[in-house]
């Protein structure tokens, strides 16, 4: 069936390090690819989002590429701050439906 | 910006009690769901809701669950009979194709 996979957590960087979250999926179709953010105490927000191969979702300097070869959609940034602190959900939902497929959630803490 | 409101923020319930969550959707939306994530957990997809009827539901929504959206405004997910394992934070989404999902802040139940 459909999944996605993300890399374990707790992911623990210093301030403006650079920030990679692996994320692999497996789906019959052609899904959409999503970056969840989950600050403490909140509910899950939408951070980027890809609709097919090869875009690159952007916002508040992070950044992920649907690679259909890899069926990867791996979240990079470049220089992260203490405010990123959060739990991050890579998650994919197929065309035409908005009923979406988590991965485990990986954990970043941004030390000062 | 539009958004997806659920009521109450934390419910605390004995176990065997019956409870509704309640979720006001963005107006123009046509899919409902709601995802349930155990603490520490995955978010998992309980149910989808379209045309004022269950359109899918995972292997989690049991005969304890029911959906309606009873005066055509808020869309609600009652529980039965509660059991401890049902302690987790629900969520609601709704969807307007090609939009993305929107969710609401969440619901805590604690059962005791």
């Known amino acids: 069936g459909d999944s996605v996979t993300q890399m374990e957590g707790p992911v623990t960087l210093s301030e403006e390090a650079f920030l990679t979250i692996n994320c692999t999926y497996t789906?019959?179709?052609?899904?959409?690819l999503f970056w969840y953010v989950q600050y403490p105490g909140e509910g899950l927000q939408l951070l980027l989002k890809?609709?097919?191969?090869?875009d690159k979702g952007s916002n508040k300097g992070f950044e992920a590429t649907y690679r259909k070869e890899t069926t990867s959609f791996h979240l990079e940034k470049g220089s992260v701050q203490v405010s990123d602190s959060a739990v991050y959900f890579c998650?994919?939902?197929?065309?035409?439906?908005?009923?979406?497929?988590f991965g485990q959630g990986t954990t970043l803490q941004v030390k000062p | 910006e539009p958004e997806v409101t659920q009521t109450p923020s934390h419910q605390v319930t004995q176990m065997g009690q019956e409870v509704i969550l309640r979720c006001v959707p963005i107006?123009?939306?046509?899919?409902f769901y709601w995802y349930r994530q155990i603490l520490g957990q995955k978010v998992e997809f309980l149910v989808s809701?379209?045309?004022?009827?269950?359109?899918?539901k995972s292997e989690i929504f049991d005969d304890q669950f029911s959906v309606e959206r009873p005066d055509g405004s808020n869309f609600t997910l009652k529980i039965r009979s509660t059991k401890l394992e049902d302690s987790a934070m629900y969520f609601c989404?709704?969807?307007?194709?090609?939009?993305?999902?929107?969710f609401g802040q969440g619901t805590r139940l604690t059962v005791v």
């Open positions: 107006s123009n939306h046509l899919y």
């Open positions: 890809a609709t097919k191969a090869d």
């Open positions: 809701f379209y045309n004022n009827e269950i359109s899918e």
């Open positions: 789906a019959t179709g052609y899904p959409s």
């Open positions: 989404a709704t969807f307007l194709f090609p939009t993305e999902a929107f």
């Open positions: 998650a994919l939902s197929l065309i035409n439906t908005g009923k979406l497929i």
